[in-house]
């Protein structure tokens, strides 16, 4: 069983945020829904109010095995901005920990440095913001090393599939994915 941090922000997408928590459960992860405000309450961008499992003044994500960042507007923004979350994301990065993010959020890992020179994708018409990337845009979800990215919402399903397959092996995957009865085309 791997430990996972999952951050949340007011503006948060919901879709990203949860399927990946959901998901990673099922796969018997434990995956702690850590916000970065001064509130267990965090609102997604579609007004869904969500309560996190721990404060970030109370988690210790750095004890995790994995980090995931969903997208959503304004909450990117505020991971982005969060400076010891991307201090951390840092960390994990040049550990070769394994660093996910999806949608808009793998902007903040360009801005950080952290896809520069790996393969990434990220929501289309952000591409520019997967600062020295080699972007890709044909694909759901990009694992390159221990960074992995994915394009939005409609992909969440792929991306947490992708993630449960890094932590725990394919055919934990496969099973979780033939319980929700979902079949990958990727």
């Not at 909450?75 to 040049?94: M, P, Q, R």
Request: with cysteine; net charge negative.
């Amino acid at each position: 069983m791997s430990n996972v941090s999952v951050f949340f922000a007011d503006g948060f997408e919901e879709v990203e945020a949860l399927t990946v928590v959901d998901l990673l459960r099922r796969a018997g992860d434990n995956v702690t829904m850590v916000s970065i405000s001064d509130s267990l309450q965090v609102r997604g961008r579609s007004n869904i109010a969500v309560i996190a499992d721990e404060l970030w003044a109370d988690a210790r994500p750095e004890k995790s095995d994995m980090l995931v960042l969903p997208g959503g507007m304004p909450g990117v923004t505020y991971l982005g901005n969060h400076e010891g979350l991307t201090d951390l994301l840092v960390k994990f990065a040049e550990e070769g920990k394994q660093v996910a993010a999806i949608c808009a959020a793998p902007s903040v890992l360009g801005k950080l440095g952290i896809v520069k020179g790996k393969k990434a994708t990220i929501y289309p018409g952000m591409e520019e913001k997967l600062e020295g990337a080699d972007v890709v845009v044909d694909r759901e979800v990009v694992t390159d090393g221990n960074i992995t990215t994915s394009r939005g919402a409609g992909t969440a399903i792929p991306f947490a599939l992708r993630l449960i397959e890094i932590l725990n092996g394919e055919e934990m995957a496969k099973s979780v994915s033939r319980g929700i009865v979902y079949s990958c085309t990727e």
